[in-house]
């Protein structure tokens, strides 16, 4: 079955919201003085249950993942699991110990830039964050750890595509992923009118298929816009069918990809500060499997329902061809009324932590068996 | 600090560059790269200014060509010089250079 992941499952881990910059669009308000993070032992525990629940994809972010001590440590447990990896970082912090972590296969660096040098340290409030990143890039090069760039397309940087897919081709990058700005998190305070808009989406939608034209091969240039046609003929990836009779018995990866750990320990689904009334949980309350089968009976009928009627007025004729789906279903999930049977565990605030000894043997056992 | 007040947009950025379309126009030539659902298989070697589709781009279905060639024509405001090489083999003509003369990039 489809998703909106495509044929891979992804499982995205903010271990923690402590970071060396704090950018205006952070959508999980990052800072250097943030200390949340998660214990490794609950971050592991969660990387090897959503990989029994069928996510062949972990993806690292933040905060600053590179700051994340157990990362290296985490990378390569995941990578014994055969699981394939991504790092999501501002690249700022890379060294050679840190690439040491990224090292040994399997695992995509994504850099953050947020446009030409000057717009990269505004938006990322460093005077010297492109320059910091561009420097240590050659660290990458020369450990062959294949790159990318994502970068955050807002309503005043289209005209920014064609030199980033330039620096990003030159730099030897095999990906651009281009994002339109979520106007969540620090964002809202800060760049509350800077969501593109439709016409800056089509503007950019065209730029970035000359774009693509001009790279080739060498450069995938990625655009998280989805054909509404594609969505109107592909109900089951989006979530707007019906839940499949033999839903309990498939891996939870088919229910929901990507899914999300925060760094307090919620898991939710689709993106980081996903509406909490859909939330699954948090670990620190409760494992992954209970939380799995508790959603599954409370929040995914109304979560389907909220999907499906996106997927109907997907199919209603619109002014523009595609949507920004998960934007759609962000603000849709936020004014959604939740039945009170619906609200299961999500409604709850769990701070209790797990001991987490459990998933240390988890953890050592993975040591071993490598 | 935010970017919040007086910012041009980017697309008033690319106009100041000429390289920018209006509402009509962009919406216009997102609806014929969808309709023909060329987004995977067309390829634009121009600029997107007045030669926006100078170059190769390639589709099984010539009505696509022409379209394309509609909404081309009436973003640059050209009518003439136009070439179309069809480079496919018969009786399926897949692939088209198409040229607009005395447009330099």
Same mark, same amino acid.
């Given at each position: 079955?489809?998703?909106?992941?495509?044929?891979?499952r992804i499982?995205?881990v903010?271990?923690?919201?402590t970071?060396?910059?704090?950018?205006l669009?952070c959508?999980?308000?990052?800072?250097?003085?943030?200390?949340?993070?998660?214990?490794?032992?609950?971050?592991?525990?969660?990387?090897?249950?959503?990989?029994?629940?069928?996510?062949?994809?972990v993806?690292?972010s =933040?905060?600053?993942? %590179?700051?994340?001590? @157990? $990362?290296?440590?985490?990378?390569? +447990?995941?990578?014994? /699991? !055969?699981?394939?990896?991504?790092?999501?970082?501002?690249g700022?912090?890379l060294?050679?110990?840190r690439?040491?972590?990224?090292?040994?296969?399997?695992?995509?660096?994504?850099?953050?830039l947020?446009?030409?040098?000057?717009s990269?340290?505004?938006?990322?409030?460093?005077?010297?964050?492109?320059e910091?990143?561009?420097?240590?890039?050659?660290?990458?090069?020369?450990?062959?750890?294949?790159?990318?760039?994502?970068?955050?397309?807002?309503?005043f940087?289209?005209?920014?595509?064609?030199?980033?897919?330039?620096?990003?081709?030159?730099? =030897?990058?095999?990906l %651009?992923?281009?994002? @339109? $700005?979520?106007?969540?998190?620090? +964002?809202?305070?800060? /760049? !509350?009118?800077?969501?593109?808009?439709?016409?800056?989406?089509?503007?950019?939608f065209?730029?970035?298929?000359?774009?693509?034209?001009?790279?080739?091969?060498?450069l995938?240039?990625?655009?998280?816009?989805?054909?509404?046609?594609?969505?109107?003929?592909?109900?089951?990836?989006?979530?707007?069918?019906?839940?499949p009779?033999?839903?309990?018995?498939?891996?939870?990866a088919?229910?929901?990809?990507?899914?999300?750990?925060?760094?307090?320990?919620?898991?939710?689904?689709?993106?980081?500060?996903?509406?909490?009334?859909?939330?699954?949980?948090?670990?620190g309350?409760?494992?992954?499997?209970e $939380?799995?089968?508790?959603?599954? +009976?409370?929040?995914?009928?109304?979560?389907?329902?909220?999907?499906?009627?996106?997927?109907e007025?997907?199919?209603?004729?619109?002014?523009?061809?595609?949507?920004?789906?998960?934007?759609?279903?962000?603000?849709?999930?936020?004014?959604?009324?939740?039945?009170?049977?619906?609200?299961?565990?999500?409604?709850?605030?769990?701070?209790?932590?797990?001991d987490?000894?459990?998933?240390?043997?988890?953890?050592?056992?993975?040591?071993?068996?490598? | 600090?935010?970017?919040?007040?007086?910012?041009?947009?980017?697309?008033?950025?690319?106009?100041?560059?000429?390289?920018?379309?209006?509402?009509t126009?962009?919406?216009?030539?997102?609806?014929?790269?969808?309709?023909?659902?060329?987004?995977?298989?067309?390829?634009?070697?121009?600029?997107?200014?007045?030669?926006?589709?100078?170059?190769?781009?390639?589709?099984?279905?010539?009505?696509?060509?022409?379209?394309?060639?509609?909404?081309?024509?009436?973003?640059?405001?050209?009518?003439?010089?136009?070439?179309?090489?069809?480079?496919g083999?018969?009786?399926?003509?897949?692939?088209?250079?198409?040229?607009?003369?005395?447009?330099?990039?």
């Amino acid at each position: 079955m489809a998703a909106p992941t495509g044929a891979t499952r992804i499982f995205q881990v903010h271990p923690l919201r402590t970071c060396n910059l704090r950018c205006l669009h952070c959508y999980s308000e990052s800072a250097p003085g943030q200390r949340e993070r998660l214990p490794a032992e609950i971050v592991w525990e969660a990387i090897a249950s959503a990989a029994k629940e069928g996510y062949d994809v972990v993806g690292f972010s =933040g905060g600053e993942p %590179l700051l994340y001590e @157990p $990362l290296g440590e985490l990378l390569g +447990a995941a990578r014994r /699991l !055969g699981l394939r990896l991504s790092v999501t970082t501002n690249g700022m912090l890379l060294d050679e110990r840190r690439v040491g972590w990224l090292s040994g296969g399997n695992c995509l660096v994504a850099i953050s830039l947020d446009g030409q040098p000057e717009s990269h340290n505004r938006m990322r409030d460093s005077p010297r964050a492109f320059e910091a990143m561009q420097e240590r890039l050659p660290l990458l090069r020369e450990a062959g750890i294949p790159f990318g760039f994502i970068f955050t397309l807002t309503q005043f940087n289209s005209n920014e595509l064609e030199w980033i897919a330039a620096f990003a081709r030159d730099q =030897g990058a095999q990906l %651009l992923q281009v994002h @339109p $700005l979520d106007v969540i998190g620090r +964002a809202e305070d800060s /760049l !509350g009118d800077a969501a593109p808009d439709a016409h800056e989406l089509a503007v950019a939608f065209v730029e970035t298929m000359r774009l693509q034209a001009e790279a080739g091969d060498g450069l995938t240039i990625h655009f998280d816009l989805l054909d509404r046609d594609f969505l109107a003929e592909n109900p089951a990836a989006f979530f707007a069918t019906s839940r499949p009779a033999d839903a309990s018995s498939c891996p939870f990866a088919e229910s929901i990809s990507p899914l999300i750990l925060e760094a307090d320990g919620t898991l939710v689904p689709l993106g980081h500060g996903f509406p909490r009334a859909f939330a699954l949980g948090n670990l620190g309350a409760s494992p992954f499997s209970e $939380l799995v089968r508790d959603w599954r +009976a409370t929040r995914e009928p109304e979560f389907r329902r909220l999907c499906r009627e996106i997927w109907e007025e997907a199919r209603e004729p619109a002014e523009w061809p595609f949507m920004n789906w998960y934007s759609e279903v962000r603000q849709r999930a936020a004014n959604w009324k939740m039945p009170g049977e619906a609200t299961g565990k999500s409604g709850k605030h769990h701070v209790r932590k797990r001991d987490g000894k459990l998933a240390r043997h988890a953890l050592r056992r993975s040591h071993r068996s490598a | 600090m935010a970017t919040k007040t007086k910012s041009k947009t980017g697309s008033a950025k690319l106009a100041r560059e000429g390289r920018g379309f209006s509402a009509t126009d962009i919406r216009a030539l997102v609806a014929v790269l969808k309709k023909y659902k060329l987004s995977k298989d067309i390829i634009i070697n121009g600029k997107p200014q007045l030669d926006f589709i100078k170059g190769r781009f390639t589709t099984r279905d010539s009505a696509a060509v022409f379209a394309v060639l509609r909404s081309v024509i009436k973003l640059g405001g050209r009518q003439k010089g136009i070439i179309i090489l069809p480079n496919g083999q018969p009786p399926i003509i897949d692939r088209f250079d198409v040229e607009i003369q005395g447009i330099s990039a």
